[in-house]
């Protein structure tokens, strides 16, 4: 990527995975990883190739690209089957070393070669894990409301797949109640999640 407009909460113009209501807008790989594994140019699929080593970043950072743009960083990006595609057992070898996700909190241009910055401010950490992920987005469906699998996936983060593992899940966390089908509990309002990605504009220095 030489150039990008990062959007406030919404993640990169033009970019397939902006989404308002995703944890996953931006995946910042860093050069290290490319060394490490010696792997081709764009192998990891980044959005962001940074000098720095993305294992070094902790959920919650804040970093400032550019004189403007600012994200914040969600969780370890594992790898997927999608990348041995372009180099076959690459998705096995690097595991969770992939990079990092990340949402915009401040908009503003992004160009290569700008400097990165590590905020002092933090913001709440979000789980590697998915399925602690889901716990926690299942204890913020207010009382009386649903929220439906593909929602659940979008919210945390996962591929629609893992639908098929919610409803053992959700039991099992014991807020069965609170996920449902998409055409499950047509009498209950649906939960969006917006109120989990509160972070767009706030006050950051």
Not at 67 to 90: H, I, K, S
Not at 101 to 119: H, S
Request: positive net charge.
């Amino acid at each position: 990527m030489r150039a990008a407009a990062a959007l406030a909460g919404r993640g990169l113009a033009g970019d397939v995975h902006a989404d308002d209501l995703s944890p996953r807008q931006v995946l910042l790989a860093g050069a290290p990883a490319y060394a490490r594994h010696r792997l081709p140019p764009r192998t990891l699929r980044e959005n962001l190739l940074l000098d720095i080593d993305t294992a070094d970043f902790a959920s919650g950072m804040l970093l400032r690209v550019g004189a403007e743009a600012v994200l914040r960083l969600t969780f370890a990006c594992e790898a997927c089957g999608y990348l041995d595609a372009r180099q076959p057992g690459v998705a096995a070898a690097i595991g969770r070393a992939r990079g990092m996700l990340a949402r915009v909190v401040r908009g503003g241009p992004i160009t290569a070669g700008d400097p990165v910055v590590v905020l002092p401010a933090r913001l709440p950490a979000w789980d590697d894990d998915w399925r602690a992920r889901v716990a926690a987005i299942l204890a913020r469906v207010p009382p009386g409301m649903v929220v439906d699998y593909r929602q659940l996936a979008r919210l945390a983060g996962v591929q629609p797949v893992y639908c098929r593992t919610f409803p053992a899940l959700a039991r099992k966390l014991g807020f069965g109640h609170a996920a449902v089908a998409m055409a499950g509990r047509p009498d209950l309002p649906r939960w969006q999640g917006g109120e989990l990605f509160e972070d767009a504009g706030q006050p950051i220095g």
